[in-house]
Structure formats: C-alpha cells, structure tokens
C-alpha cells in the first residue's frame, strides 16, 4: 500500500546532539512538508520541497535542516541551534497540485533531555 | 492573505449529542478549496473531506456532515450522535490554487472530547 512512512516513532537524545527524522513516501508525490506540533498548539510549518533538490523555510526554520536528494525521501535534521526540540514531528507529502489535499504519515515523537 | 479561524479551541460533549465544529476562512480568491482532518491520539492526520468552492451542497457522509456557506466565509463539520472514537483533534486547512504552490493553511484545531 502506499504512503508516508516515518521512522522513529519515538527519539531520545541528549540536549547539544543533532538527530535527523526520517521521511519516505512512495505515493509518487512531488511536493513533501515538515510540520510541527507541541502539546495543544496547531501546526507549523517548518520546511517544504516541491521538486527534488528544492526546498523552502516555512515559518519556524531556524533550529532545523532539509534536504532532497530523492523524491521519496525528505529527512529533517533538528540541529543543536533549536532552541526547544521537544515535539511531535509530522510529514506530509502532496501533489504538485496540493489542491488535492496531502498525505500524513505517522509522525516522530522527539524528547531532548 | 490566507487564514483559517477555528475558535473552538476545546469541545467537551458526552456520547450521543450531536456537535458542530466550526471553520471561518479568508482568502480574496474566487477558487479555493477546502479541508478538514482528523488526528486522532495517535497523531496521524487522517483526510475527512475536501470542497472546492463552486460546490456549496453539504456533503454527508454517514453520523458526518459538513456545511459550506460562501456568504459567511463558513466551513463548518458537524457530527451527529457523537461516540467515544470521535475524540481526536480536527483541523480544517485551506488551499488557494491562484496563490502559486504555497503550503496549505491550516487553522490551529479544535479538540473534541466525547465521553462515555
């Protein structure tokens, strides 16, 4: 079946480490998305890539880090400048046309003690 | 710009009563399309439904409705005889085609809480 998978689903790290989520979908889609969600706050968006070896800031960035080497594939990288990495950590993936809607996967529960 | 007001932050009803979850949008765009989805406590947001704006027929889908109103820049989800695996965080989110290949904009999401 297709989808979106995320790996881990839980992650530990110690504060000052970098640790990077990992995002495959093979839905064939061509745009992927990196959101964030702390505990009763919506979603934010932290970076998307619409075609392979392109990517855009959404609205919280800093802390964090992309790339786009495959079209299935869209890691992100929590980097020791962030600043509260403690979150849930969706993926979506879309088409080019995001009218139809996006695909989630699982999401990563990140913890930095 | 794009917004996505969802006002109801939190919605305790118990088994049984029906609830409407509500979803005011802005967008200067005559095309748009809409979106509501469900997370439940596992986290994955699952897809409930999608609009565009030329069809404003309410949509049912099983105990599920949901009414679009242009002239009230509504969106609104109601679920009727509301059960225990209702509860789950809804969002609903917006897309405007005329706005280049921006994200979606989502509204901040209303927890639902039915209890038994």
Same mark, same amino acid.
């Given at each position: ?17 970098? !640790? ?9 889609h ?29 609205d919280?960035a ?16 929590v ?30 529960r990140l913890?930095? !003690? | ?15 049984? +009563? ?6 005011? /949008? +802005?967008t200067r765009d005559?095309?748009?399309? %809409?979106?509501? /989805?469900?997370?439940?406590? *596992? #986290? +994955?947001l699952?897809? %409930? =439904? ?8 309410? +949509?049912?889908?099983?105990?599920y *409705? ?15 005889? *509301? ?5 789950a ?10 706005? #280049?290949?921006?994200? %979606?904009?989502?509204?901040? #999401?209303?927890? %639902?809480?039915? =209890?038994?």
């Amino acid at each position: 079946d297709g989808g979106i998978t995320q790996s881990p689903k839980y992650l530990f790290r110690k504060e000052g480490q970098n !640790v990077t989520l990992s995002c495959e979908q093979n839905l064939n889609h061509d745009a992927m998305y990196w959101y964030r969600q702390d505990p009763g706050q919506g979603l934010r968006l932290i970076y998307y890539s619409q075609i392979v070896n392109d990517f855009q800031k959404g609205d919280i960035a800093e802390g964090y880090s992309v790339s786009r080497e495959k079209k299935e594939s869209f890691p992100l990288t929590v980097t020791s400048a962030q600043k509260n990495p403690t979150a849930f950590y969706l993926c979506a993936s879309s088409w080019r046309d995001r009218n139809y809607g996006y695909t989630f996967g699982s999401g990563t529960r990140l913890t930095v !003690v | 710009a794009q917004k996505v007001t969802q006002a109801q932050t939190e919605i305790s009803v118990v088994e049984k +009563e029906d609830v409407t979850l509500d979803c005011v /949008y +802005e967008t200067r765009d005559t095309t748009y399309y %809409l979106f509501w /989805y469900k997370q439940p406590p *596992s #986290g +994955e947001l699952v897809f %409930l =439904i999608r609009r565009n704006s030329f069809d404003e027929q309410n +949509e049912i889908s099983g105990r599920y *409705s949901w009414n679009f109103q242009k002239s009230t820049s509504s969106f609104n989800f109601t679920i009727t005889a *509301s059960q225990v695996v209702d509860s789950a965080v809804y969002f609903c989110a917006l897309s405007d085609p005329n706005s #280049g290949n921006t994200p %979606l904009v989502f509204g901040k #999401g209303t927890r %639902l809480s039915v =209890i038994a």
